[in-house]
């Protein structure tokens, strides 16, 4: 794996992301507000509405782990091979 390990972002935390932009537009709530507001409204959202971010959580996810898959591989071929002693 590479030095820094690359996460992906859940559903929760992508809506989270999107949702607090429009939020931070109203300079009387404070951080705490905010994630408070976010929280109530991602535990009221219908699962209708959710599936947009659960698929860009789906789809981010699939991508990091062919990066990393790819990433591994490409390490493991530079790695130079072992030669046996007879």
């Known amino acids: 794996?590479?030095?820094?390990?690359?996460?992906?972002q859940n559903a929760f935390q992508i809506?989270?992301?999107?949702?607090?932009k429009k939020l931070k537009?109203?300079?009387?709530?404070?951080?705490?507000?905010?994630?408070d507001l976010?929280?109530?409204k991602w535990k009221?959202?219908?699962?209708d509405q959710r599936e947009p971010y659960k698929k860009r959580f789906e789809k981010t996810k699939v991508k990091l782990t062919q990066h990393?898959?790819?990433a591994n591989?490409?390490?493991e071929e530079k790695q130079p091979s072992k030669k046996v002693k007879q």
């Open 1 to 8: 794996m590479n030095e820094k390990s690359k996460t992906y």
């Open 15 to 20: 809506f989270k992301e999107r949702y607090s």
């Open 25 to 35: 537009k109203d300079k009387t709530l404070s951080q705490s507000d905010i994630d």
């Open 38 to 40: 976010v929280l109530q």
């Open 44 to 47: 009221f959202l219908p699962d």
């Open 68 to 70: 990393e898959e790819e």
């Open 73 to 75: 591989n490409s390490d």
